[in-house]
């Protein structure tokens, strides 16, 4: 067993059982102290704050899209990326110890994973949606409250953290519903096998600027996987680019587009290098 002296603490948003801590044990595995922290700005704080040696941060889910507000922190932080989990996203049905499906009347989550559900809903209409910040913390709230007419969706863990009874599995509308995560650090590392690089761009404020700072990747057959624009604070209608590329970072092409696409901007900053994770089955 490891020493718990050892065990890397590893900051998540939410409660125990949110499916960021899922994340961070499949990635990272169970000997790890997961550190629940209640917002993202908490999340993002948890390593300066000395609780937290590593930090798990979603920042997109294949039917929701980007997470923005942990693009425009991870921004804002000197943090690096050094690793990436893509984890399925499977709704559950959680009720307190006896409940039945017969008896729910109201069902409480985070209102992406209400969103999420419609089709439940739509042959549940007796069933009041009910907005909460939490997907787990939801189920804890529901499991403490012993009332059977209470319900919330979360993840299988989070029924297994709080003692609760799975009423139904697999709510969601659509099964191929994914949520990529990716692994923080005060730390640069760049692992072995590294095919993935993360980027922010401010590009120059003249016409072309994006186009011609994304030729050079083309040029190189250097694939564009991932590019998202957020305003920059201050400077009202201007834009940097989050961009993630699948390529090795020593690769003399790799150097070489990036070497071009620094000339087409004020400042290219690079996040990480980091192995990809699988993209996922189906």
Do not use: W
Not at 23 to 31: S, Y
Not at 93 to 103: E, V
Not at 251 to 263: H, N, S, V, W, Y
Request: one cysteine or more.
């Amino acid at each position: 067993m490891t020493d718990p002296s050892t065990r890397k603490r590893v900051a998540f948003q939410g409660e125990r059982g949110a499916f960021s801590e899922v994340a961070a044990l499949k990635l990272l595995g169970t000997e790890i102290e997961p550190v629940a922290r209640s917002t993202f700005e908490a999340m993002f704080a948890a390593i300066d704050d000395g609780a937290a040696d590593l930090i798990i941060a979603p920042l997109e889910n294949s039917l929701a899209g980007s997470v923005l507000r942990c693009y425009d922190l991870l921004l804002e932080s000197k943090l690096h990326i050094i690793a990436e989990v893509i984890l399925p996203i499977s709704h559950h049905l959680i009720g307190p110890p006896g409940a039945t499906l017969d008896q729910v009347r109201t069902v409480q989550s985070h209102p992406v994973a209400l969103a999420q559900c419609t089709r439940f809903f739509e042959k549940h209409p007796d069933i009041r949606r009910a907005v909460a910040e939490d997907t787990a913390g939801s189920a804890r709230e529901v499991v403490q409250s012993g009332d059977p007419s209470r319900a919330a969706i979360a993840s299988r863990r989070a029924a297994e953290v709080y003692g609760g009874a799975i009423l139904q599995s697999n709510l969601e509308d659509h099964h191929h519903n994914y949520t990529r995560f990716v692994l923080l650090s005060r730390t640069a590392s760049v692992p072995q096998g590294a095919n993935k690089i993360s980027l922010v761009a401010f590009l120059l404020h003249q016409p072309g600027a994006l186009h011609h700072a994304l030729e050079p990747l083309a040029q190189r057959g250097i694939n564009l996987v991932k590019i998202e624009s957020r305003p920059i604070m201050g400077h009202p209608f201007e834009y940097c680019f989050y961009l993630d590329v699948m390529a090795a970072p020593d690769a003399p092409e790799t150097q070489e587009a990036l070497a071009a696409l620094c000339k087409h901007t004020s400042e290219l900053r690079v996040f990480g290098s980091y192995v990809a994770a699988p993209p996922p089955a189906g």
